[in-house]
């Protein structure tokens, strides 16, 4: 005769609203017992989960099953999936298990994720027909509220209980397996607390009236989980993966990821190859994880080195094609660097001049990496076509001037603001700054205002600053002397 050991009982409310779905669909990949499908007979038993990815690629999923205390099989299913999906275990047809009576079996479904932990749940059942108390271990949306549930992540079988007497249950202050679930929220301080203590009066001969529902809820706030996307580390020789990571919280304000210049796998060292990895790591809160997941590469080397060199390209504007590649050598790794082209370049065919205005210039590296494949600067220039024409030469207008920095203050911990002296006849100001006293290596900066905001500057760093006036005539660019050098 069929018996089904568990009562029917509904999950209630997932998701209290649609915000805080977003937010857990995003903290954390979760398995939940589904109770509705689950049932046992006689003969057989049929367990369900439903597996939340929060949107995250899930590998597989995984059931574990045990005869009072010891494992009798393992059953895994490879998934590739970032769909939340009903979950169904046959134990006869799966997993080619008849169940025996008098037994307690007990079976543990996990999750493997590509970018989180695993998550898992536990349940048991029992064939005899001896009486016993059940114990649904539930998670709870909010410790005031412990009538919302998410749903069920445990359940117990407690043998050797005698029908007739009272029954005293103790559990655990924090959930065993998950640093997530206890019995207060440590977020908000323990005046909301879930009972860890629970008293059935009369133990019944009906088991299905037996039931504790031992509740755990969240202790960390959803925002404070985030996890928004993930990457793949392979090696650019030959694509394998070697290491995977997570974009958090602190990557949201950003937009941008920027990878870590040199990293250590198994005492191999890997720098980052940005050619290879060909994209803008750019993470979006707005979109579900699997569209925030990428491949960087990253190629061996030797120990690395605190020194680097820059690459510089120089480019026709007009046709798009490389005239020349010169490398700058005994740069420092991390430090900032610009290049100041040549207002001319000549090849064995055309003379050029530099096109300063060109929106495709790239002369500043904010942050030189190890390798150099990755400090890459474009210089555009044209064909001088005023070259047979021998232009009367221009004498520089602001030969005589000099600015005067009049004012230079800390605004904050990473900004400061300065105001210089105006220079007769200077379309706008050039202003060159660095950590180092000899300006080997600098930032340079062109404005228009005589009044500039220096940002993004490091923190308890000693800044040298000097600016000097800019005008361009015929396409030749002249300058001033330089301002005396200030210290910010």
């Not at 133990?203 to 928004?228: A, C, H, M, W």
């Not at 026709?316 to 430090?335: I, R």
């Not at 790239?362 to 494949?373: F, G, Q, R, S, Y």
Request: aromatic letters at 14%; charged letters at 25%.
């Amino acid at each position: 005769m069929k018996k089904n050991i568990f009562s029917k009982m509904l999950f209630g409310v997932l998701f209290c609203i649609c915000m805080l779905f977003t937010q857990k669909e995003n903290v954390q990949a979760v398995v939940y017992l589904d109770l509705k499908t689950t049932t046992v007979t006689d003969e057989n038993a049929v367990v369900s989960v439903m597996a939340y990815t929060g949107q995250a690629p899930m590998e597989s999923i995984t059931i574990v099953v045990k005869k009072n205390g010891e494992g009798i099989k393992t059953l895994k299913r490879e998934l590739d999936t970032h769909e939340s999906v009903l979950y169904t275990f046959d134990f006869k047809k799966d997993l080619g298990i008849s169940l025996e009576k008098d037994c307690l079996y007990e079976y543990t479904i996990s999750q493997q994720m590509a970018f989180t932990s695993d998550s898992y749940v536990r349940g048991q059942f029992y064939t005899g027909e001896d009486t016993y108390v059940t114990v649904y271990t539930v998670i709870v949306e909010d410790f005031c509220k412990p009538e919302k549930e998410d749903g069920i992540i445990g359940v117990e079988c407690i043998l050797d209980v005698t029908p007739g007497k009272s029954f005293h249950y103790v559990a655990e202050i924090e959930h065993p397996g998950y640093d997530y679930y206890a019995k207060y929220d440590r977020n908000f301080g323990f005046e909301n607390r879930l009972p860890s203590e629970y008293e059935i009066a009369v133990i019944s001969d009906n088991p299905s009236e037996n039931v504790i529902r031992n509740q755990y809820g969240y202790t960390v706030p959803p925002t404070g989980l985030f996890k928004i996307g993930g990457y793949y580390i392979r090696n650019s020789e030959n694509k394998e993966e070697i290491g995977r990571g997570c974009f958090e919280c602190p990557v949201i304000t950003q937009g941008v990821y920027i990878p870590e210049d040199v990293i250590e796998i198994d005492g191999q060292y890997y720098v980052y190859d940005e050619k290879a990895t060909n994209t803008e790591l750019y993470v979006d809160m707005d979109r579900p994880f699997y569209q925030n997941v990428y491949d960087i590469y990253y190629k061996k080397c030797e120990f690395p080195t605190t020194q680097t060199s820059a690459i510089v390209n120089f480019i026709n504007a007009e046709t798009g094609k490389q005239l020349q590649q010169k490398t700058v050598s005994n740069l420092t790794v991390g430090e900032a660097f610009t290049y100041t082209p040549e207002n001319t370049y000549a090849n064995s065919e055309n003379s050029y001049v530099y096109v300063w205005d060109f929106a495709n210039n790239v002369l500043t590296i904010d942050k030189l990496w190890t390798n150099p494949e990755n400090n890459v600067l474009t210089v555009y220039y044209k064909v001088d076509s005023s070259e047979s024409e021998q232009p009367k030469k221009v004498v520089n207008p602001l030969k005589k001037e000099k600015p005067v920095i009049k004012k230079i203050s800390r605004k904050n911990k990473t900004t400061a603001k300065l105001k210089v002296s105006k220079v007769k006849k200077a379309q706008g100001y050039e202003i060159c700054y660095s950590t180092k006293k000899s300006f080997k290596t600098c930032i340079t900066k062109r404005v228009k205002k005589n009044t500039i905001t220096l940002k993004n500057l490091k923190k308890r760093k000693t800044y040298y600053v000097k600016i000097r006036g800019y005008r361009k005539v015929n396409g030749e660019v002249f300058y001033s002397k330089y301002s005396k050098v200030k210290r910010i």
